[in-house]
């Protein structure tokens, strides 16, 4: 079975700190996603990666940066936290294009609180 | 541009009874359409998929949903809820089993005994 393992399951941080989420799978995927869950609002997606070193903005990008360095990792930087970032993060991951019988797999999730 | 709604944030049945839960969906060509559960605590599972083919998908745990082109719906059903059933479901859509995939906003449904 495909593993996506997430650093922390809950988080919190003050106001101005920097904050790396670390996301990781063991089954070689080339396309890794982070989202945010917030109540109501489903999932939106923020960055996603199709291959080491390459990212791409999702939907709400802004206030976040990410770093996939190695195919198995990808992580989420919160540069300068803020109190609107709280929220629920998941990561996701997918082995890539072409592959029509696939579907994302998800990490348990990060609930991040920033006070 | 695709969009997905969900019918209803809540929904509440009596163990045994029908689960019916509500998506519609926009999309300029057929989508790929997903409902994916969120239990407690945890990350989302995938609980069926339409690619192409049949319209009428069977999932895990019970669940099917049926591809409607014409009412561009995807409801998910259950012909009887257990008390296990209760989480977060999500229904969601692609343009092709590998772009980003859009989410809808969620319906919590609760079971009760």
């Known amino acids: 079975d495909v593993k996506v393992t997430q650093s922390s399951r809950y988080l919190v941080k003050r106001t101005g700190e920097k904050v790396f989420l670390e996301c990781v799978q063991d089954?070689?995927?080339?396309?890794m996603f982070w989202y945010r869950q917030d109540p109501g609002l489903g999932l939106r997606l923020i960055y996603f990666?199709?291959?080491?070193?390459?990212?791409e903005k999702g939907d709400i990008p802004e206030g976040y940066s990410v770093s996939r360095e190695k195919k198995e990792r990808f992580s989420l930087i919160l540069e300068s936290a803020s109190t609107n970032q709280t929220s629920m993060y998941l990561c996701?991951?997918?082995?890539?294009?072409?592959?029509?019988?696939?579907?994302?797999?998800f990490g348990p999730g990060t609930r991040l609180t920033v006070l | 541009a695709q969009s997905v709604t969900q019918l209803g944030s809540h929904v509440s049945v009596s163990e045994g009874a029908l689960v019916l839960l509500r998506c519609n969906y926009s999309?300029?060509?057929?989508?790929?359409l997903f409902w994916y559960v969120q239990y407690p605590n945890q990350g989302l599972q995938l609980l069926l998929k339409?690619?192409?083919?049949?319209?009428l998908v069977k999932g895990i745990n019970g669940f099917e949903a049926e591809f409607k082109k014409s009412e561009t719906s995807f409801h998910l059903t259950k012909p009887s809820a257990h008390m296990s059933d209760a989480a977060e479901y999500f229904c969601a859509v692609s343009l092709t089993s590998y772009d980003k995939v859009i989410f809808g906003p969620g319906t919590s449904l609760s079971v009760i005994p």
């Open positions: 996701a991951s997918w082995i890539g294009q072409g592959a029509s019988t696939d579907t994302q797999y």
């Open positions: 999309s300029s060509v057929p989508p790929y």
């Open positions: 990666s199709y291959d080491v070193k390459m990212k």
């Open positions: 339409y690619t192409t083919g049949a319209t």
């Open positions: 089954m070689d995927h080339e396309n």
